[in-house]
């Protein structure tokens, strides 16, 4: 199973989707308004509940959120928003495809933003930071904060990989001006489409909500408070949202169980040689979801990976900067990648080639992620256990580990 959500579906998804079935052939005759939106509503109520916030916009992907999102934030031609290095490639195309531009910056060994890289990258055109939440852990998000302050600047952050995780009590995605979410179903919790925002202000929610919905204002009203715009069509439809609010009740227990598998692997694993656990701002809030080792070598980690089946997480398609070709062809001036704006002459060649970001290849080159919640090779994760597995799984695959590790120490080049 790619997310833990997966796993855990049963009666209550069921249970709902046949609700929304129902009561669609019971409102089949209806006029102009059968109800379609209940579903949704109920989702959007029960998640500004679970995560504290004033309002949440139900939308079709995690994608989607993220552009009404920058939308909400009034984000467009002009801005910059400063992006992690490492990332999924929806943090950037929403970005560009606002029209704003994207400034890379290095992560730190929590393998979120540096936030010293972030002061130095921050310019008087910059709108926006963009913490995004990888592999189930926060950013340091009270660095961070400290400097959207300072400057002025909006904090967006992105929690497609870390539903319900938290910082110092808070939860992720409160923290900033917008979260945003995926439900996926590589994701914590799933509707195997489907994503979510966020949000305290309603100015945000508002714009966001009429983008997302074909310029109408909350919630579907001709007149209201705020901005008139030409929205788009990127709602979450009402199936999606049955399974989602189903998932959102399980989310505690989901995470309760992945957080057990992570620590008993990781207690398994111990301590070993020229490698150490990946840093983590507030361990107690994250969602435990992988488990990422960082190894004093590269050649040592490469070892490893090859022998366990699994890869540095340098090698992770759209989620690594340099392995971006059409957004490394967009930065040296082609408009053809990004086909809503072509590149203004004052603010380009901007370079997102394979290099830019020193820190942050050594780091995603010397790291290997475990799965102990969430499976999926092409983020790294490929190797590892999942919610259901057993004691003598997870001793299993600990101790493959271990050997691998210790056997690669004394035939890597690192190591002579």
Excluded at 52 to 62: K, M
Excluded at 191 to 203: A, H, Y
Excluded at 207 to 230: I, K, N, T
């Amino acid at each position: 199973m790619p997310g833990p959500g997966y796993r855990f579906v049963g009666d209550e998804e069921r249970a709902n989707v046949l609700a929304v079935l129902d009561r669609w052939s019971a409102d089949r005759e209806a006029f102009d308004d059968p109800g379609e939106a209940d579903m949704v509503r109920r989702f959007e109520r029960a998640a500004a509940d679970r995560f504290g916030a004033a309002h949440c916009l139900g939308v079709n992907s995690g994608t989607s959120a993220l552009i009404a999102a920058l939308v909400g934030l009034g984000i467009g031609p002009g801005d910059e928003v400063i992006v992690p290095g490492y990332m999924f490639v929806a943090s950037i195309a929403s970005v560009l495809h606002c029209g704003a531009d994207v400034v890379l910056a290095e992560i730190d060994e929590s393998l979120t933003l540096d936030p010293d890289d972030v002061r130095s990258k921050i310019t008087p055109r910059t709108k926006a930071i963009m913490p995004v939440h990888m592999l189930g852990a926060g950013a340091d998000m009270t660095a961070l904060r400290e400097i959207a302050d300072a400057h002025g600047v909006h904090l967006l952050e992105d929690c497609a990989q870390a539903a319900g995780a938290s910082h110092q009590g808070r939860p992720l995605g409160t923290i900033g001006r917008a979260g945003t979410f995926s439900l996926n179903h590589f994701k914590v919790i799933t509707s195997l489409q489907g994503g979510f925002l966020v949000t305290d202000d309603p100015l945000v929610f508002q714009r966001a909500y009429s983008f997302h919905d074909q310029g109408w204002f909350p919630y579907r009203e001709d007149e209201g408070e705020g901005d008139l715009l030409v929205g788009m069509n990127l709602g979450l439809g009402e199936l999606h949202a049955a399974v989602a609010l189903a998932q959102l009740g399980k989310l505690d227990r989901i995470l309760a169980r992945v957080r057990a598998v992570k620590r008993q692997l990781v207690e398994r694993v111990g301590d070993l040689p020229d490698v150490s656990r990946r840093r983590l701002h507030d361990p107690a809030g994250e969602c435990g979801t992988v488990a990422v080792y960082v190894f004093d070598h590269a050649e040592h980690a490469e070892d490893v990976a090859a022998r366990i089946g699994a890869k540095t997480l340098l090698d992770s398609p759209t989620h690594y900067y340099g392995t971006l070709p059409a957004v490394a062809a967009f930065g040296r001036g082609e408009g053809r990648p990004v086909p809503s704006r072509a590149p203004g002459p004052a603010r380009w060649p901007r370079t997102y080639e394979r290099g830019a970001l020193p820190r942050t290849d050594d780091i995603l080159g010397r790291s290997v992620a475990l799965a102990t919640g969430v499976s999926d090779g092409y983020l790294g994760a490929g190797f590892g256990v999942h919610p259901a597995s057993s004691d003598a799984e997870i001793a299993a695959v600990a101790q493959q580990f271990r050997q691998a590790v210790l056997a690669t120490r004394t035939t890597s080049p690192a190591s002579r």
